[in-house]
């Protein structure tokens, strides 16, 4: 008796810290990499041009060279 | 590394929003609401950058716009990061496209008019040849910083 059918593609677990990868038609892993970090920073003085490092800020403390 | 990421008018208008630029001093405008609807990730061959978006992915496998996120990411509190995509991995294959190189990802509104956040993906740039799939883990994108 032959069993006609295709067989349900089964992924590959995801490795652990992996962000994204890349899989073949068969569902092979191609290439793979980590996972994104996209931050946000509020420089004073890149906010307010080339005298806003300083102006002093009450209660803030202005960094040394 | 991180990076810096936020679209430069969504960067005004957050500052704006808190900051005394209004009349005597009052904070300014407020944010505009972004449309009540899932935001979408979206994805570029060519680099973002805060002015302007990459060239966006386009042929068969990809909608133009974006993809929808799965559901709700946790919330940020007392200044915690967001990650995404919550809580699916998100996949697009290329049937076609026009380059199958992936550089950038942008996270816009559902209408995909107003885009927020961006960057390029993490090892950068991706090669996803014709019939492969390239697939976003869940929570594999991690924003915040203020």
């Known amino acids: ?49 080339t005298d806003g490092d300083s102006v002093p800020l009450i209660g803030m403390k202005q960094e040394q060279p | 590394m991180p990076q810096v990421v936020i679209d430069a008018s969504r960067s005004s208008a957050m500052l704006n929003a808190n ?34 978006s990459g060239t966006e992915v386009s042929g068969t496998g990809y909608t133009a716009g974006g993809t929808v996120v799965p559901g709700a990411s946790t919330s940020s509190t007392a200044g915690s990061n967001v990650t995404l995509p919550n809580t699916a991995a998100i996949s697009w294959t290329n049937g076609g496209w026009a380059s199958s190189t992936v550089q950038s990802l942008e996270l816009q509104d559902n209408n995909a008019t107003t ?20 697939q976003v883990a869940a929570n594999a994108v991690t924003a915040g910083g203020f």
């Open chain 1, 1 to 49: 008796m032959h069993l006609l059918g295709v067989a349900k593609l089964v992924l590959p677990p995801w490795e652990p810290d992996q962000g994204w990868r890349v899989l073949d038609p068969d569902g092979h892993v191609v290439s793979a990499g980590p996972k994104t970090i996209i931050y946000a920073t509020i420089v004073f003085g890149q906010l307010y041009g």
């Open chain 2, 19 to 52: 900051l005394p630029v209004g009349t005597s001093g009052n904070p300014g405008t407020q944010l505009a609401a972004l449309t009540a609807s899932p935001m979408k990730l979206k994805i570029t061959s060519t680099a973002s950058s805060n002015t302007a």
């Open chain 2, 115 to 134: 885009r927020v956040w961006y960057g390029n993906w993490n090892g950068a740039p991706i090669t996803v040849s014709n019939g492969n799939t390239f």
